[in-house]
């Protein structure tokens, strides 16, 4: 899939903890867009040190898509490693600058980021010339807001962050938090189908090329979630979840209640959506999810499925 690509892009394929990295290399000044999780930092530091990276170059500049942790989360050590600037989109940039932990979804989560400091804003319509190529700043809002991509009409290649993945989208919340949100997503998932796009490199999994099959299944998942609403918020939940338990490798079966109890999103979810005691929310969310095989149960603990003890 590489060779679908001109020699100065550069993919890192990572996993659902940490955002894929691409690195855009020119003799201007290379540029790392999306930095991972901060758990991931060591790894995220190593590869960029690789060839395929930027060696022992300089970095330009770092580029986020949106300002959620697992694309955020390297950014400070990035910037301290390199001494370079951080661009955010415009949209996220007041929640950055005051760290709004609710509105990016940190604390409020459950999830940890290094505080960092935005230095160049980048607003949605302009262009943008990173690896000698010309890159289109598109507005992408439904799974976060104030995100974009970056869409290079030349070798018809989009940078989708989280807008567009081979199967899906990243989370949306449900219209009883965010009425906006699930049009946004409608209103992207038609924008990106109006782009010529040849190859999609998409914030989680491999690029692909099969984009016309991709938007079709984008645009079925929006037509499901604006059947049943209420389905959002429970796809939007365990996907959290699923999340903790990756950053966190394995949880006691007896800690989850008091897990979910002590984040606030799940709270609030619980409460607008659910109304269920804390022991039968917990069941609830670890019954779906060894059913759906996003998790596993190994002895007493919760893990992400295929890590417990007994797998191969």
Request: glycine letters at 8%.
């Amino acid at each position: 899939m590489h060779s679908a690509f001109p020699p100065q892009i550069h993919v890192f394929v990572r996993d659902w903890l940490s955002a894929n990295n691409v690195v855009l290399r020119s003799r201007d000044g290379h540029v790392l867009i999306d930095t991972g999780y901060v758990r991931h930092v060591p790894l995220t530091l190593a590869l960029l040190a690789t060839p395929r990276g930027v060696g022992d170059e300089p970095l330009a500049r770092i580029v986020n898509t949106h300002c959620h942790s697992d694309h955020v989360g390297g950014n400070a050590a990035v910037a301290a490693s390199y001494g370079c600037p951080i661009a955010v989109p415009e949209g996220e940039w007041a929640a950055i600058e005051r760290w709004d932990s609710k509105a990016l979804l940190f604390d409020y989560a459950g999830q940890s980021v290094d505080r960092f400091r935005a230095d160049v804003s980048l607003r949605a319509g302009t262009t943008q010339v990173w690896g000698d190529l010309e890159w289109q700043a598109l507005a992408a809002p439904g799974h976060d807001m104030g995100a974009l991509v970056f869409y290079n009409p030349e070798h018809r290649i989009l940078i989708s962050g989280d807008a567009l993945w081979q199967h899906g989208f990243g989370f949306v919340m449900p219209p009883g938090i965010d009425p906006a949100a699930l049009p946004a997503t409608r209103a992207t998932i038609g924008m990106l189908a109006g782009l010529d796009i040849r190859v999609v490199i998409p914030g989680h999994g491999e690029p692909f090329t099969d984009v016309g099959a991709a938007l079709d299944r984008a645009m079925r998942r929006v037509a499901a979630f604006e059947e049943d609403p209420q389905r959002m918020a429970r796809h939007a939940v365990k996907v959290l979840f699923t999340f903790a338990l990756l950053d966190r490798q394995r949880m006691r079966r007896s800690d989850v209640d008091g897990y979910l109890q002590s984040v606030e999103i799940y709270r609030d979810f619980n409460d607008r959506f659910f109304r269920l005691p804390p022991a039968a929310f917990a069941d609830w969310l670890l019954a779906g999810l060894v059913q759906s095989r996003a998790v596993a149960i190994d002895g007493d603990d919760v893990v992400p499925f295929g890590s417990e003890a007994t797998a191969g």
